[in-house]
């Protein structure tokens, strides 16, 4: 069940260019699944935040959070201390990756920047738990955008890209994908829409789950501002923030 | 001190209310709280068919405030009042209705929906959303148009009908005058001001809507000007709204 | 990057200018950095003879925003030209001179002053202050009016002159389009949105005048859609206002 | 000249319920006068809070202010902490007690509350500089409130009243003055409106020179939202930011 908890800041930490990981404590910690965001209040801002959780430790009832310095709300966010203070926050919120029903040996991980890869570390995790083999591939700009390549790595192969060549291979996940030989079941894929698109045609045959970001007002479904269209019947639609973010690759039609 | 309110057709535990779109159909925030403890409860906006909205962005955050541009995205009055009312029955609190539409006739065709209905306790005409192409705040800036909608409503309702007035007026007064003369048994003010924001780095709207109507405290002097103004001048109750977060702002209401 | 900006009679270094009533007649400021800076200074409302203005308190604070209700306080048009202008003379920058009145012939009284002073550069004709009863605002919601005033005020400008739009408009694309057909050379949009704030230690309006007009970061994106519907519409310069703080506030206007 | 700048907080301290006295360096500090003020920016509110300067130290290029939580920006000044934080001021703003030019042998100082004795502690130490006898008349509105007695002791005669009576005399400054068998040259008086009113009323055969309160916009007189009618003709007014706070005492009409 969804609710409003004010959490404590157990650590902070800048990981990357503007891009910080944050734990925080919350009984709620084991309720939380892969691929569910948590929606943050700001002082001074009329508007919630989401985002992803990135990882879950049960046992000491924490979850970590990783996001990017993008406004004036992330900004703010990266100014929070760990100790003192506490972040309201609304959790959990959407849906998750059903990978209890899927029956799944080899799963193929998409992420593409902020956006995408901190969901599918904490997806990754609890494949990894399950025994189904991991094959990620991570797409970022440039060089100092690059984290959590090396948790990756001790889940399964990982490939990364960016997109200036500056770390590992020059271009887009897409051409990665390209070059793999591997037989996947399922693809699990989360980042720009551009990306999803380009992932969602590439991988037309193959079965998959996507997780779409929108801008958000109530963050639970009462609002109506973060729907997609169904491809079914283009004049119905899905709440991002309740029915999503993850929707099965073939249900939404991206914007 | 008692906090209950009597208005036509609604006897409120108290005075708060959440305003229409900002709440949905009350499931969700059930999960929050005990949803018997909210005065009223002013559901979304119901037309005569189900509607899609706009296109997404639909929200913008600006300096205390948002923007925001649904487009009245519900699923059809029918839908309302058979998958969505039902919820809301197991609670003490008393529902209104927001009623939308892009011509007088689904106006109508909206309020004798609801008058089969033992759900609801009221109306709220809503003749103030800025956000659809037709219709919507067309009846709230022109009186003629504003009369006539109310009238036809005010007709054609089994419950009280209170008219929700649009901001983007020259002169209030004239307005609430208009509505009060054509039968409305209460105001409610204000919808959304009309605002834009920019995405300076795509250099265009950020709303896809472009404009969106704009709440939050930001706002709220001007909701307390406009019913202080209406105050002074028309004797018929008044649901305020308009940047209410905190108590404070609740008595800056009264 | 050149950011020298030609509007009709001014030719600006920079497109950035203090609003009228913000920046006095330039004295004070000229402690803080260079006028030279600036591309043009607009100077407070000048009306025909010397006015007291408003009682205090005169201004509050609101979210992203603030309310003033100083009632056009100023020490006449001839103590303007002969007292507060020739302080500026020294500096490169243009002034422009807001008139202000109760009756279009006060507002031409003023303008016709103003041809005897060789100090400013153009007028910006104040048609939307909502702070004084009589004249102010009527001006700016009163198509009639406005086009009126603007017509008369033009026939007798040897300056260009800027109408001063209020945003307290059912339509403001209607209103701008009045004053562009009555000789207007530009706009400037926009003045403030009239507002109200309570006391709640004393339960009644902080201002003493009970309305203010509200400015500041909360009435921008009100602003942007205005400016936004205005260039829609009609191909006239437009000197933007309304909540701008920081550079990409500027930019945002554009 | 007036000018903007970042002060440096050196100290903060809690003296009274809600009552903090903030010392702020500034090369400016040598130029501030006795009944000038500060005009402080807060981050999120768009008007900028006068403060009074309560004491100089030249050496040091400190000032000190004392203020009150009232609201929001007075509470945001509360948290500011000496170390990190920089106050965005404008300074120094307005008028001053002119007592260079004053032949003064004893001065009367009338403060009441939080916005009066600030100003006046500032006064009182530059008159005992000048060698003037002081008697001093502070009121408070409850013994919680009260502060800065023993500083005013140490420069002279000083009584205090509160309204309730929980602490010196019970009753209104006035209700002391009546008491006074002292002969004044001038008083000096600072506070609620309704006590000005009261003191230049009772005191009104006296010479003296009051402090006003309005509500601000710019502080430097260029908005004409502080002004005060004049005596002599009520058409006409000043600024309270700027040809004021301080004024001689029959050159006003007290609101
Ligand atoms: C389901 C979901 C999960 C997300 N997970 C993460 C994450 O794990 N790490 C991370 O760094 N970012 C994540 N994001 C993106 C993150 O929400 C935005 O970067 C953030 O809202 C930007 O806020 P801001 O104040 O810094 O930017 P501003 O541009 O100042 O924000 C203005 C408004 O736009 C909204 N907005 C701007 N960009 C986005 C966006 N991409 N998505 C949704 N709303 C946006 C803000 O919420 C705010 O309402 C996620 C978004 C969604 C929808
Ligand atoms: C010349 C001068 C000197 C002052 N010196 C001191 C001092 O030394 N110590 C001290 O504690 N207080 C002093 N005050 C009063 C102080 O400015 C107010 O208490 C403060 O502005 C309240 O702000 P707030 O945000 O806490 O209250 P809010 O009520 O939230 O403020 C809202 C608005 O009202 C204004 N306002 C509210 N009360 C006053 C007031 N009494 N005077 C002027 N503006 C007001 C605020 O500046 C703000 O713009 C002085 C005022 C003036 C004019
Ligand atoms: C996301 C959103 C959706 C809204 N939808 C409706 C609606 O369907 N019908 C309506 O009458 N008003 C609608 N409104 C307007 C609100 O009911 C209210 O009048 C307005 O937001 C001002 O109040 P506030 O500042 O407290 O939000 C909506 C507002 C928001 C923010
Ligand atoms: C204190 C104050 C005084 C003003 N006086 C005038 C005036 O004399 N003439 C005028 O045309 N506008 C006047 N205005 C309106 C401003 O010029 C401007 O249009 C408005 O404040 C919106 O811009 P802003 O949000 O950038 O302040 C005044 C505004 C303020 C805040
Ligand atoms: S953000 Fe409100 S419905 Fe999704
Ligand atoms: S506060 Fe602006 S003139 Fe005094």
Known sequence: MISKQLLKIKSHLCIAQDTFEVVLHSPLARELKPGQFIHIALKHHMLRRPVSVANVDVGAETFTIVFKIFGEGTRALSNCKAGGDFLDAILPCGSYYPIDRLQLDHALIVGGGIGGVPPLYYLAQSLKKKGVQITSVLGFQTKSHVFYEDKFQLLGDTYVATNDGTYGAKGFVTDIITELSTDIDYYFACGPTAMLKAVTDQLETQEGYISLEERMGCGVGTCYACVVPLKEDPSKSKKICKDGPVFYANEVILP | ?254
């Open chain 2, 1 to 254: 001190m008692t906090l209950t309110t009597t208005l036509p057709g609604l006897t409120l535990k108290n005075p708060v209310m959440p305003a229409s779109g900002c709440f949905g159909f009350g499931k969700e925030y059930s999960q929050f709280y005990d949803l018997n403890e909210l005065g009223a409860i002013i559901i979304k906006a119901a037309t005569g068919e189900a509607r899609y909205g706009n296109a997404t962005p639909r929200v913008a955050e600006t300096a205390s405030g948002m923007l925001n541009a649904i487009g009245l995205q519900n699923p059809g009055v029918e839908a309302i009042i058979n998958e969505e009312l039902p919820f809301l029955r197991p609670f003490e609190t008393p529902v209104i209705a927001n009623v939308a539409g892009s011509t007088v006739e689904e106006y109508v065709k909206v309020t004798k929906a609801f008058n089969h209905s033992n759900d609801i306790h009221a109306l709220e005409l809503n003749i103030s959303c800025p956000n659809v192409k037709e219709g919507g705040v067309q009846f709230g800036t022109d009186t003629e148009l504003a009369k006539e909608v109310t009238y036809q409503v005010k007709q054609a309702s089994k419950y009280p009908v209170y008219v929700k007035l649009s901001p983007n007026v020259s002169d209030i007064v004239v307005m609430a005058k208009a509505v009060t003369d054509a039968g409305a048994d209460g105001l409610s003010m204000i919808n959304t001001l009309t605002g834009m924001q920019i995405n300076l780095k795509q250099r265009r709207p950020i709303i896809a809507n472009k404009t969106g109507g704009l709440s939050g405290p930001a706002i709220k002097p001007i909701a307390i000007r406009m019913i202080y103004q209406v105050r002074q001048a028309l004797d018929i109750p008044i649901i305020g709204m308009g940047g209410i977060i905190t108590a404070e702002d609740v008595v800056e209401f009264y």
